[in-house]
Nanobody, 128 residues
């Protein structure tokens, strides 16, 4: 069973920034071997794909709602993935999960499917 730990969430005012991190201690599980991404879940709302980083060429893909405000990266030496969120808005309030992505990144962020989460997520709360 893969286990990941997301961190970096918190309470921030609108316009602020956060950097979310996702790491794992699961032996043999290497983020670089997969498409990896972030999705979010807000109360009463459907799961929304936020980002995806391609296994093949490390190209980033972003959901429409965070386009231009998000930057995803991975540090292979630390086996950690990151999501930088800037100019945060109250609508960004949600629990954010990192995940492996079983389908193409472009399709995953458009459809919000294909994400397999392994952690408890990290809460992001944006106040107006």
């Amino acid at each position: 069973q893969v286990q990941v730990v997301e961190s970096g969430g918190g309470l921030v005012q609108a316009g602020g920034s956060l950097r979310l991190s996702c790491t794992t201690s699961t032996a043999g599980f290497i983020f670089d071997d997969y498409n990896v991404g972030w999705f979010r879940q807000a109360p009463g709302k459907e799961r929304e794909g936020v980002s995806c980083l391609s296994e093949h060429d490390n190209s980033p893909y972003y959901g429409e709602s965070v386009q231009g405000r998000a930057a995803m990266s991975r540090d292979n030496a630390k086996n950690t993935v990151y999501l930088q969120l800037n100019n945060l808005k109250p609508d960004d309030t949600a629990v954010y999960y990192c995940a492996t992505v079983a389908i193409g990144c472009g399709y995953s962020v458009r459809s919000s499917i294909g994400y397999a989460s392994w952690g408890q997520g990290t809460q992001v709360t944006v106040s107006s």
